[in-house]
């Protein structure tokens, strides 16, 4: 499965560009769309760069994603993994107790886990950080959402 143009929209969103290499909340050195990989302290890229970082980086989410879940999911849901994934890295991901409820089959449960991957480090202190809390609610709620095409009533015709 691969994250859906949306999902890409809404990771894109949720890490903003920056062409100059930056330092995030958990002290990694970070650059385009919230690219770590062979950062470090003054690195610049073009718009381009970003985007190209960007798609390797979903490729490989979405690699582990197909590793990690031993349960079907729906589209939505891979969508939201996959930007929950992306923000807090594999290692953390595979051993999740959200990953181990999905792959138990509590989506219930699952979901639940989302707004706890709040927290950042500031000055050597764990704490919540307002934007992580908004954005584990966004995922948590795509993560949850219907899909239009499962809500739509049969038609009737009616004489």
């Excluded at 923000?87 to 051993?95: D, R």
């Excluded at 908004?134 to 009533?153: D, G, I, T, W, Y």
């Amino acid at each position: 499965m691969d994250i859906s143009p949306e999902g890409i929209a809404r990771i894109q969103a949720f890490e903003g560009l920056k062409l100059t290499a930056y330092q995030c909340s958990a002290d990694k050195w970070t650059i385009g769309y919230g690219h770590t990989a062979g950062v470090k302290a003054g690195d610049t890229m073009p718009p381009g760069q970003a985007e190209a970082f960007l798609r390797e980086d979903i490729t490989l989410i979405c690699l582990q994603l197909d590793i990690l879940l031993k349960v079907t999911v729906r589209q939505n849901q891979f969508d939201a993994l996959g930007s929950l994934l992306f923000n807090i890295g594999v290692k953390a991901f595979a051993h999740s107790t959200l990953l181990g409820k999905l792959n138990a089959g509590d989506e219930a449960g699952a979901a639940a886990e989302f707004p706890k991957w709040c927290y950042g480090t500031v000055k050597g202190k764990k704490v919540a950080l307002r934007g992580l809390m908004a954005r584990r609610q966004q995922e948590k709620a795509r993560f949850e959402a219907v899909e239009l095409s499962l809500m739509k009533a049969p038609h009737r015709v009616t004489a």
